[in-house]
């Protein structure tokens, strides 16, 4: 899994806000395993997206379940994303993007599956790790 560059001198511009701008929404959206994901990844993109039953374009829109914070010793800031599903779904996945929706869609983090993810008929969930300094999918430190 990587943390985008760009999303860090996003970060730095303060073209990233995810607690006060309400207006601002970030999605995550899947690909197979022929896409190039990684920390130079820049911007949300269809090439090499998926597609099947229960799957559409840009992904779903992500729910921030932790506000940013930091961590007891103040050293490190982190937020967390809802769990996200796409029910009665048939795809196949080998990893993900998350990005800012809007404008150029900035890239954000790139997740990698480790191995393509299948569905057939069912429940399609990506699963974040628990909120905290060390686990947390956004760190910072």
Do not use: H
Request: aromatic share 10%; hydrophobic share 35%.
């Amino acid at each position: 899994n990587y943390m985008c560059t760009s999303f860090k001198v996003a970060l730095l511009n303060g073209e990233m806000d995810f607690s006060s701008d309400t207006s601002q929404s970030f999605k995550i959206a899947l690909y197979t395993s022929d896409a190039t994901l990684d920390a130079t990844t820049t911007a949300y993109s269809i090439t090499n997206e998926i597609s099947g039953t229960g799957y559409t374009a840009g992904g779903n829109t992500l729910t921030i379940a932790t506000n940013p914070t930091s961590d007891t010793g103040g050293t490190v800031a982190y937020l967390d994303f809802s769990d996200t599903t796409w029910s009665s779904s048939s795809i196949t996945a080998r990893g993900a993007l998350i990005y800012k929706s809007g404008g150029t869609n900035p890239a954000v983090a790139v997740l990698d599956f480790g191995a393509d993810k299948t569905t057939s008929s069912e429940t399609f969930t990506v699963t974040f790790p628990s909120s905290s300094a060390t686990t947390a999918i956004i760190r910072i430190g």
